[in-house]
């Protein structure tokens, strides 16, 4: 497998391209799916590539390729969840060591920090990402990490990457930012200064709901060798096939995002004039708390909308009444979803200082006309 030249690529071109030659022996315009465990030697010690699949896997391999052209990394590492991604980079810290997490955070994300990782003595704090005067009160000597979602999960706060990344600079502390709402095409962390980016590539990067994966990108030469040594000796690898749905996915990754992007703004713009709708959390619009920082770090705004309504009993409702917005945990796959963050994606949070109120409504818009989706929600919210 060779690599195909991405100097003055655009992204389109780099995500059907880069990493993804046609294979050398028949020719397939697809990567293979090498569904092996071992590779034949051909020497003692010698082996041409890799010697165990867990250490390596061509069409991995091709998929890490391409994702670290996206994000504008020099190394991509794939996983076999977006949370084993997180742990693994997790364990590049040792005990004492201090992360900084949003008041707004994946809710796995605070489960593995306070109910796993604790007991392995990493510490860590909540708060608010877009407030820089509170972040700079909590970090300390012991920061190691600055967590950063932006879009945040799952009221949509939008964080301004560079400022954070800036501040954990100053504290000789990483910024990493989670980038799954947002995606390549439309935000690239790096450029901003963040110093790793993280994926549930079970999200958009997939695209279509059928894989689980997760994937680390950076340009850090010291974090990228231990990081490698971890992917072999904690073993938390995807499998060839989830590889090749990714690579799949990919390739029509900017267009899907453009159509996402374009069902969510009428949504949210629909959501906003409904007069049983109390609150809508999306910053594409003008009056989000957030919506400069997105104009001027992000492309377009993503496909996700979080709204409220007045109670419990009405957000049940509206999550079971809904026809194209299937009622499930997960986003970014072409179809639309809708869940109550508060018990279900987000249950994980109750009694924490993250504080997920049962009115709000989560929707992942997919691809389905923009009209369609309005009418959908319209006969729910009745």
Known sequence: MTDAPDEGMRFETRAIHVGQDPDAEFGSVNVPIYQTATYAQPAVGKPKAWDYARAGNPTREALQQVLASLEGGSKGLCFSSGLSATTTLLLTLKPGDHVLISDDVYGGTYRLLARVLDQWGLEFDVVDMTDLIACRAVVREETALVWVESPTNPFLKVVDIAAVADLAHQAEARCVVDNTFATPYLQRPLELGADVVVHSMTKYL????????????TSDEELIERLTFLVNAAGAVPGPMDCYLALRGVKTLALRMQAHCRGARAVAEFLQTHTRVARVHYPGLP???GFEVAVQQMKDFGGMVSFEVETRDEAVRVAESTKLFFLAESLGGVESLIELPGPMTHASVTGSPIEVPDTLIRLSVGIEHP????????QALG
């Not at 997939?206 to 990108?217: F, M, P, R, T, Y």
């Open 206 to 217: 997939g695209g279509h709901s059928d894989l689980i994966g997760g994937a680390l990108i």
């Open 287 to 289: 009056g989000h708390p």
């Open 371 to 378: 009209d369609d989706l309005v009418a959908d929600l319209e």
